[in-house]
């Protein structure tokens, strides 16, 4: 769902569409039973908002007006099909459409239900990602792709035949039998976090973060964790992941600073936050959240990861932060949950604790792997080991470079101050 609005008026529109088509979408598949018919209708119901909302005006409940659009346009396309073949499976279909109003049924379970649904069994672990986070998360293939660190059109084939497998399987639209869960929860737990994360640090585009994509998965994390039976073996992990979305989220106040008046936002990097600034709400639940997960048995990947935001959370500055913890903690999660961004988060650590020159030859083993070929994040990480290890011209040629292929705006202009060394502002 990625149509685009990008006109003068439309830019508080396209965040309305963007937050309201998931669960719009979640509603047509409840009712019509036909995932790739509700998505076309509803394309073209998002087609008709880009069309009118500017000019009449946003309807009070938008996302009632998507589901009303997007129903009707499926009706008629089932109807021009009675004309060759009956379709008596679709005759629900047929009933009258929504007047507008917010509809009775509860989008909370529709958001579940269409969530676990997309992580159907019959499907890779691989094919449910992207099939979720386009379907739930409303991303597109692009910011799926560089998500999941894959080529765009691997992304592209893996959810079309995602959506052919379920079709084939006669899956249904459903919330799941406790017993069902467990088998499931891994992958949405993954889902959500990659819903997250681009949320908080958009892949590409001006704006550094998508609010309402980070506030979705926070609110599907509690909905999971809410569906988890007490004392579930896998309640731990999904403690673990709410952890690390709170406690990730309660510095998103200080991330962003105006440098100059009128100008565009600027970066501001975790050394440099006021972190007066951070949400001592959500670390306090954060924090609580995941000493109780630890506390439970053997710990997982988001475990480790919310612990480490928790030392972060609770250190008074970057020179304070017990950065030994912090590195025990990577070296457990890379066994744990190894992974190439893991690996990039260690070598940052090592800097802290063992010097700027022993993580820029950890650092080159890690750029090795193939996902992180050329990646950004690589060279800024160089950079910044470079700079502190007193090196400023070499680092300023990774800023540069890490800048001439970061695709958010905001990380771009943070980089390309890097690269001409200008001091913070």
Not at 198 to 216: M, N, Q, V, Y
Not at 301 to 320: K, W, Y
Request: charged share 25%.
């Amino acid at each position: 769902m990625s149509t685009d609005l990008r006109g003068e008026p439309g830019r508080g529109i396209e965040s309305i569409l963007r937050s309201a088509a998931p669960s719009a979408l979640a509603v047509l598949v409840r009712r019509t039973g036909d995932f790739d018919a509700s998505e076309d209708a509803l394309q073209e119901a998002l087609i008709a908002a880009a069309t009118q909302w500017p000019r009449d005006g946003v309807p009070e409940h938008p996302r009632a007006w998507l589901v009303a659009v997007a129903q009707r346009r499926h009706v008629d396309a089932v109807r021009s099909e009675i004309a060759r073949r009956t379709r008596e499976e679709r005759d629900a279909v047929l009933a009258p459409v929504d007047d507008g109003r917010e509809p009775a049924a509860s989008a909370r379970d529709d958001s579940l239900a269409l969530f676990v649904l997309c992580c159907h069994p019959v499907l890779s672990r691989p094919s449910q990602l992207a099939l979720t986070l386009r379907a739930v998360g409303g991303l597109t293939t692009g910011e799926i792709a560089r998500g999941l660190l894959v080529p765009e059109a691997t992304v592209a084939q893996r959810i079309s035949r995602a959506k052919q497998r379920i079709r084939a399987a006669g899956a249904r639209f459903r919330l799941p039998e406790p017993a069902e869960l467990p088998e499931r929860a891994a992958a949405v737990r993954q889902v959500l976090h990659l819903m997250f994360t681009e949320g908080h640090t958009a892949s590409s585009g001006d704006a550094l973060a998508r609010p309402d994509l980070s506030a979705e998965a926070i609110r599907l994390t509690r909905m999971l964790r809410g569906a988890t039976t007490p004392g579930a073996s896998w309640a731990a992990e999904t403690d673990g992941l709410l952890a690390l979305m709170l406690l990730t989220e309660a510095r998103r106040p200080a991330r962003l600073r105006i440098a100059a008046p009128g100008g565009p936002p600027e970066l501001v990097p975790l050394d440099e936050q006021d972190r007066t600034l951070w949400r001592r709400d959500l670390i306090d639940e954060g924090v609580g959240l995941v000493e109780r997960a630890l506390a439970t048995g053997e710990p997982g990947p988001f475990q480790l990861q919310a612990a480490i935001a928790a030392v972060h959370a609770e250190a008074p500055s970057t020179d304070r932060t017990d950065w030994v913890q912090v590195l025990g903690l990577y070296d457990l999660l890379r066994v744990v949950g190894p992974g190439p961004m893991v690996e990039l988060g260690r070598v940052v650590a090592v800097a802290m604790v063992h010097g700027s020159e022993r993580a820029l030859r950890d650092l080159e083993s890690v750029a090795l792997e193939p996902a992180l070929a050329g990646h950004f994040r690589v060279h800024a990480v160089r950079g910044h080991l470079l700079a502190l290890a007193g090196r400023p011209d070499e680092a300023r040629a990774e800023f540069a470079v890490a800048a001439s292929t970061a695709l958010n705006a905001t990380e771009r202009r943070y980089l390309q101050a890097k690269a001409r060394g200008e001091p913070a502002p």
